[in-house]
């Protein structure tokens, strides 16, 4: 397997439309930018406690309801229910909805994928404000990028 370093990574261009993907997935499955991110941490921990979910929170801005927001919106899912007795806390980890998210994400910024220009499948199209407007000319030119 060849090692991957800083050089191998800046020819892949993988942060270059970033932006315009994360808003992408944010406004289609109606998540905050730092609540996405938040996910893509937890994630790539894998199996987490609440503190791990706290000690990840500390980099993004202060939000008391992201937690119970993630769970009841089933970006988050308990895998091992706490006890009371040999497990005194829950174990976490991130949805299989969060998963494909965060996967569909990946084979974009890859360019394995393209951003959906359907209105349909993406609500961006519909263009209902100007950022919306924005937003649909710079996901044309993030797939046009990835011919």
């Known amino acids: 397997m060849k090692k991957l370093d800083a050089s191998n990574l800046k020819d892949l261009n993988l942060l270059k439309h970033y932006r315009i993907i994360r808003k992408w997935a944010c406004k289609n499955n109606s998540l905050r930018e730092s609540d996405l991110e938040l996910l893509i941490y937890l994630d790539c921990i894998d199996l987490f406690t609440k503190k791990d979910f706290e000690a990840g929170v500390y980099s993004y801005s202060w939000d008391n309801r992201r937690w119970s927001r993630l769970i009841k919106e089933n970006w988050i899912t308990v895998w091992r229910k706490r006890n009371r007795t040999t497990q005194t806390y829950n174990i976490y980890k991130v949805s299989f909805k969060g998963k494909q998210l965060i996967n569909r994400i990946y084979k974009i910024m890859l360019g394995d ?27 044309k030119n993030v797939n046009k990028d990835t011919l």
């Open 113 to 139: 994928e393209k951003i959906p220009t359907s209105s349909r499948r993406n609500k961006i199209i519909n263009g209902k404000s100007y950022m919306d407007k924005v937003l649909t000319k710079s996901i």
